[in-house]
């Protein structure tokens, strides 16, 4: 089994900044592709952005400029720094890894969410 641990969420003005943690322990031999996903109330889960093993990433439009995301692979750990933040970028933001077990078997975890509410 594979558990992601998320943290660094929170209240923050808009304009301001917030750093989001996810880290993966367990049965892991290799991590493909780790993602960043957000649900706001009333709204699908959507993907915020993506990073892969090999460094290439990926992020939505709406938060191309203001969003990095990297990873640490040595600690099995993605992050998501946040500038600039906008009222709608109000979410729960959730982390999902592509692993690979010790069986070479791969399978999508997900994070339980962290809520990042910015005010206005």
């Known amino acids: 089994q594979v558990q992601l641990v998320e943290s660094g969420g929170g209240l923050v003005q808009a304009g301001g900044s917030l750093r989001l943690s996810c880290a993966a322990s367990?049965?892991?031999?290799?991590?493909?592709?780790m993602a960043w996903y957000r649900q706001a109330p009333g709204k699908q889960r959507e993907l915020v952005a993506a990073a892969t093993s090999g460094g290439s990433t990926n992020y939505a439009d709406s938060v191309k400029g203001r969003f990095t995301i990297s990873r640490d692979n040595a600690k099995n750990t993605v992050y998501l720094q946040m500038n600039s933040l906008k009222p709608e970028d109000t979410a729960v933001y959730y982390c999902?890894?592509?692993?690979?077990?010790?069986?070479?078997?791969?399978?999508?975890?997900w994070g339980q969410g962290t809520q990042v509410t910015v005010s206005s």
């Open positions: 999902n890894a592509d692993v690979r077990n010790s069986w070479y078997r791969s399978k999508a975890y």
């Open positions: 367990g049965d892991i031999f290799s991590i493909n592709a």
